[in-house]
């Protein structure tokens, strides 16, 4: 069964600051796809950024980046520039495909940024 | 268009209550997924639609039924909750069933079971 571990509860960073979240995972599977999502007090989820495992660059999205770690099973979230509208929870996932997409939570990580 | 919609935004009801919740999205996906999601929890995964068929069920209760009468809408039926069925409702999206397509999401139908 396909596991994901987020060890921090929650942080808080101040408005500019470079902040990282860390998400571990497990799996059998040689062939997955890891997600990042956002969900602000609005509680809809939002796609951050994307990586698939098989491809061993790391993805970037603006000031999102990730740094996959394939053989240690880490998948963590850059966040640089940090601005208010960051504030939210965030989720790493992992996508299960089983003839159809199944996404696997995190707990989640509750970012505050402070002004 | 990129927007999934769901109705009612919240919702209260009692235990002998019949209810609806709704989804709809016009981007074309083929795929379409109920998720619940508690308080200060991470989404968990009820239901997926493919191409109109019902291809996944997480055990879930039978006061809990789910229906796609087209490849536009999602309905969730419930019947006879529990006061811990209370969650917020999440509806997804996603473009092809079975592939890495980016999964949208609506804003959640926040069900309160008095």
């Known amino acids: 069964a396909q596991t994901v571990t987020q060890s921090q509860p929650e942080m808080s960073v101040q408005e500019a600051e470079t902040v990282t979240l860390s998400c571990t995972y497990d799996t059998s599977e040689s062939n997955y796809y890891l997600f990042w999502y956002k969900q602000p007090p609005s509680r809809q989820m939002i796609l951050v950024i994307r990586q698939e495992a098989y491809k061993q660059q790391n993805a970037t999205e603006n000031r999102f980046s990730v740094n996959f770690q394939k053989a240690a099973k880490s998948f963590s979230l850059k966040i640089s520039d940090s601005q208010l509208g960051d504030t939210a929870m965030y989720f790493c996932a992992f996508l299960i495909i089983q003839g159809a997409q199944k996404l696997v939570f995190g707990q989640g990580t509750r970012l505050t940024i402070n002004p | 268009d990129t927007e999934v919609t769901q109705t009612p935004k919240h919702l209260v009801m009692g235990m002998t209550n019949k209810k609806s919740l709704k989804c709809e999205q016009h981007m074309g996906h083929r795929a379409m997924y109920w998720y619940k999601q508690k308080a200060k929890k991470p989404p968990e995964l009820m239901f997926v639609y493919s191409y109109e068929k019902l291809s996944i069920n997480e055990s879930v209760p039978s006061r809990f039924s789910p229906e796609c009468p087209n490849s536009s809408l999602l309905n969730l039926h419930l019947h006879a909750l529990q006061p811990e069925d209370s969650a917020l409702y999440l509806c997804?999206?996603?473009?092809?069933?079975?592939?890495?397509?980016?999964?949208?999401f609506g804003q959640g139908t926040r069900l309160t079971v008095v």
């Open positions: 997804a999206s996603s473009q092809v069933p079975g592939r890495d397509t980016e999964a949208f």
